[in-house]
Nanobody, 115 residues
Framework: QVQVVESGGGLVQPGGSLRLSCVAS????????MGWYRQGPGKQRELVAT???????NYADSVKGRFTIARDNAKNTVYLQMNSLKPEDTAVYYC?????????WGQGTQVTVSS
């Protein structure tokens, strides 16, 4: 079994920055893709960014140039650096990973961008 835990959310003013972290623990054999999704108020969950085991990244158009995803395979951790945050980035952010062909999700961390 694999556990996924996010951290780093909070309240930030427009234009500010936050860094989210997600750690996978348990019986880890091989993690393939890792990524971040978000669900804003009244919206469906959407992809934010993903990163493969070979460090190929993919971003939603709305966050390109502002967010950066990175992973540390030795620590089974994926990060999301969020800069130039906007009110429309307000959402619950969920970590996702594919471990040995099975998808796992974290419980989510709230990010609120407001003055």
């Amino acid at each position: 079994q694999v556990q996924v835990v996010e951290s780093g959310g909070g309240l930030v003013q427009p234009g500010g920055s936050l860094r989210l972290s997600c750690v996978a623990s348990g019986n880890i054999f091989r993690i393939y893709a890792m990524g971040w999704y978000r669900q804003g108020p009244g919206k469906q969950r959407e992809l934010v960014a993903t990163i493969t085991s070979g460090d190929t990244t993919n971003y939603a158009d709305s966050v390109k140039g502002r967010f950066t995803i990175a992973r540390d395979n030795a620590k089974n951790t994926v990060y999301l650096q969020m800069n130039s945050l906007k009110p429309e980035d307000t959402a619950v952010y969920y970590c996702h990973l594919n471990h040995w062909g099975t998808n796992y999700w974290g419980q989510g961390t709230q990010v609120t961008v407001s003055s």
